[in-house]
């Protein structure tokens, strides 16, 4: 059997609807939810060809880890992991924003700086700045959630304008957002390391504000190792960072952004195995704790056994 889980085709009963997004298979039945966090890896919003053994155990127990974390703050649609590539919760209807947040200027922002821009999301941005320096607070930079697709960015007065939220709602969201961001801030200094910019997904459940999906993990946040940033900054050097960007970084590399037209790259053995131990890496940062990897002998069969003991039964 093979030591990664590419997607799962569950039949439950009673039956779920299923929906497969980018790296979650997701199954809902009523008002519940059951995602399974696959072993795929999207960059640039295209799914790779090879999936990256033990990356959905660790997206999952990365992003439990920060929704307990938090529910001081916000309520999150997680109510238990019956297996560790598996969550179960409240099934709520999503808001289609992201609600992106920046500390430092990199990745997406840096690019559209160093274009010439100062404006991202109708948000200004200073003046002389180099790649990777923070903002003078972080800024937020909503982006359409696309079903299919490139995400755009979208700024606060067009989400208004559109009226894809009411104003309340979207007052909530930035609240939210400035909050879990600062929270998580603290968790990685802790760690060493800093939280550079994150996206937050939200969903509406008796008209109350949820956060959903994952919070925090290499595939929506991207982190830098704290110490020797400063120095760095000064040398005019590379941040070391913790985060999915050297995966973009390898595509662009290999002549792939996304773009119509372009082939995404063969995907050689040693490059994905660089890539479980960068995952592997971020989750002992981020939570203190000795990755613990599970079975992967049949991982569709033991995630049916685990459900067993659930009100999801995997119908044989």
């Known amino acids: 059997m093979s030591d990664a889980l590419r997607e799962t085709n569950f039949t439950f009963d009673p039956p779920a609807e299923c929906y497969r997004g980018k790296v979650r298979d997701v199954y809902r039945r009523g008002n519940e939810l059951l995602m399974v966090a696959s072993d795929r890896i999207s960059s640039f919003d295209h799914v790779l060809p090879r999936a990256i053994q033990h990356k959905g155990q660790i997206l999952n127990q990365i992003a439990a880890h920060f929704l307990h974390a938090t529910r001081d703050i916000c309520p999150n649609w997680l ?61 937020i930079t909503p982006a359409t959630k696309a079903e299919e697709g490139h995400d755009e960015d979208i700024s ?112 050689p053995d040693d490059f994905v195995e660089s890539v479980t131990l960068r995952y592997t890496e971020l989750y002992e940062h981020i939570t203190g704790k000795t990755f613990e990897p599970a079975d992967t002998t049949d991982i569709p069969r033991r995630i049916a056994d685990n459900l067993r003991r659930t009100a999801w039964k995997v119908a044989e």
């Open 156 to 267: 606060r007065d067009d989400i208004l304008a559109r009226g894809i939220v009411a104003p309340e709602v979207y007052a909530r969201l930035e609240d939210y957002t400035r909050r879990l961001f600062a929270r998580g801030t603290a968790m990685a200094a802790e760690r060493g390391l800093i939280l550079v910019d994150t996206k937050y997904e939200f969903g509406l459940l008796d008209g109350e504000v949820y956060l959903i999906d994952e919070i925090h993990t290499p595939d929506s946040s991207r982190y830098f190792y704290a110490e020797g940033y400063a120095e760095r900054q000064r040398a005019g050097e590379h941040q070391k960072q913790l985060s999915k960007e050297f995966v973009r970084e390898w595509l662009m590399a290999h002549g792939f952004r996304g773009l119509d037209g372009q082939i995404m790259p063969d995907m």
């Open 79 to 139: 109510e238990s992991n019956p297996d560790p590539n598996v969550a179960v919760g409240k099934a709520c209807t999503p808001i289609p924003v992201e609600m992106v947040i920046r500390g430092y200027l990199v990745g997406h922002g840096w690019r559209e700086y160093s274009a010439g821009r100062r404006s991202l999301c109708g948000v200004a941005m200073p003046e002389g700045m180099r790649e990777a320096d923070a903002f003078p607070e972080p800024i």
